[in-house]
């Protein structure tokens, strides 16, 4: 099965700074690649997802690189807010409905003013 | 769009008791719905895969008769945890996904406490 591996599990960034959170994957049947926020007591809120036939995705201060030959994707945040911290968690599966994510182990995120 | 509610929001009850968690999908409907379990500090672990009108999956390890999952239509899943005990303390989160493609919708989450 796949098997999705996250770092670094803590991260503390002082704010404006920027924060990169990276992923491996083992699975090459995995295209589907989304990244979660998740504050304390909430549950998982989707912030980008890039797809295998796209390098690179942006969204404002958000981005997301996949490398499928090395099997890896990283989040890139630029300019953190405090209002940034939470934990991230990277995911992975075949595009195709139905399946379910494959989570990584989570990294904590701190945006120090 | 693609919002899923969840309740309740949190729940206390006895040991020996059973709850029923519910999943909607308020704004779409759900092919498929998953339901995962959280440990504090720790990542999500799937629970089971539902798909409306048929029996869930469950992943190995978790008691099919222990976590019932009934996914009666296409905007509602319930998750009942029967003869609840301590360790079955946890935050309970369902998604759901539209069908078109793998792209998953979270709850908000249902903190449960069993005395």
């Known amino acids: 099965g796949e098997n999705v591996e996250q770092h670094p599990s803590t991260l503390s960034v002082q704010e404006g700074d920027s924060a990169v959170i990276k992923c491996t994957y083992s699975?090459?049947?995995?295209?589907?690649f989304p990244w979660y926020k998740q504050e304390l007591g909430k549950g998982p809120q989707l912030i980008i997802d890039?797809?295998?036939?796209?390098g690179e995705k942006k969204d404002q201060r958000i981005a997301v690189t996949l490398n499928k030959t090395a099997k890896h994707f990283s989040l890139h945040i630029t300019e953190t807010q405090p209002e940034d911290s939470a934990v991230y968690f990277c995911?992975?599966?075949?595009?195709?409905?139905?399946?379910?994510?494959?989570f990584g182990k989570g990294t904590s995120l701190l945006v120090t003013p | 769009g693609a919002v899923v509610s969840q309740h309740p929001s949190w729940v206390i009850c006895k040991s020996g008791t059973s709850v029923k968690i519910e999943c909607r999908s308020l704004?779409?409907?759900?092919?498929?719905m998953f339901w995962y379990r959280q440990f504090p500090k720790q990542s999500l672990m799937l629970m089971a895969t539902?798909?409306?009108?048929?029996?869930?999956?469950?992943e190995q390890g978790v008691e099919k008769d222990k976590f019932l999952i009934n996914h009666a239509s296409l905007t509602l899943s319930t998750l009942t945890v029967t003869s609840a005990h301590p360790e079955d303390s946890s935050f309970y989160i369902c998604?759901?996904?539209?069908?078109?493609?793998?792209?998953?919708?979270f709850g908000p989450g249902t903190r449960l406490t069993v005395l």
């Open positions: 539902s798909n409306e009108g048929s029996k869930a999956t469950y």
């Open positions: 890039i797809r295998s036939n796209v």
């Open positions: 704004d779409f409907q759900a092919t498929t």
């Open positions: 995911a992975a599966s075949p595009e195709t409905s139905g399946y379910a994510l494959n």
């Open positions: 998604s759901a996904s539209r069908g078109v493609s793998n792209e998953q919708f």
């Open positions: 699975d090459s049947a995995s295209n589907y």
